[in-house]
């Protein structure tokens, strides 16, 4: 399937892209916050993307970072959480925010996206529980910075990252951070 585009920013209005790729169009719907971080139009983008077949649709869905792409990928999976759901969700929070509210189960944070209903935000928390960032938020275990490397890392690859990017990540923190914010201080550096 189609699984990254790389090409010239034709056009974009909310939530969707048009990428010319070879002299081929593509829409893409993107979440806000890729929509947000995405270049000029007439400028190189690449995309990572995940292709939806339905009996009625054959959508395009793109993120510029893998864990957005990760986090849209287990959304989807869950009954009653469509492609457009999942998107509202990453537009109205960013991967790291949805993390937290999964592992603090805070479902008042879902349920301010659009059209995300108190049975739909605590669905999605019962079935991300220990799939995204499971530690995130929380402070370090009492067993010490190996502890929490680990964490990170684990955290990290939740994310979608790979055990290498994660455990290099995870080497270049300072030696006494917590798990939450080694997380976050890995996802800075592993975005730029």
Do not use: C, H, W
């Not at 537009?91 to 805070?106: F, M, N």
């Not at 964490?151 to 990540?169: F, H, K, P, S, T």
Request: proline content about 5%; overall charge neutral; charged content about 20%.
């Amino acid at each position: 399937m189609i699984g990254r585009l790389s090409g010239t920013l034709a056009e974009k209005t909310p939530p969707q892209l048009l990428v010319d790729v070879g002299g081929v169009g593509y829409e893409v719907d993107v979440p806000m916050s890729t929509f947000y971080n995405l270049p000029a139009l007439g400028e190189r983008v690449v995309l990572l993307t995940e292709f939806v077949v339905r009996e009625d649709a054959q959508q395009l869905f793109g993120f510029l970072t893998a864990s957005e792409r990760a986090t849209f990928r287990l959304l989807v999976k869950i009954s009653g959480v469509g492609p457009r759901m999942a998107l509202a969700l990453l537009s109205g929070l960013s991967v790291a925010e949805l993390s937290q509210a999964v592992a603090a189960q805070d479902g008042a944070r879902l349920v301010k996206v659009p059209g995300i209903g108190k049975k739909t935000a605590e669905r999605v928390l019962l079935e991300l529980k220990g799939k995204l960032a499971p530690d995130l938020g929380l402070p370090a275990a009492a067993g010490g910075a190996g502890d929490a490397q680990a964490d990170i890392v684990q955290a990290l690859m939740a994310l979608g990252y790979n055990e290498r990017e994660a455990q290099a990540a995870a080497k270049a923190l300072p030696k006494d951070v917590g798990v939450s914010e080694g997380i976050k201080l890995a996802l800075k550096a592993l975005n730029r």
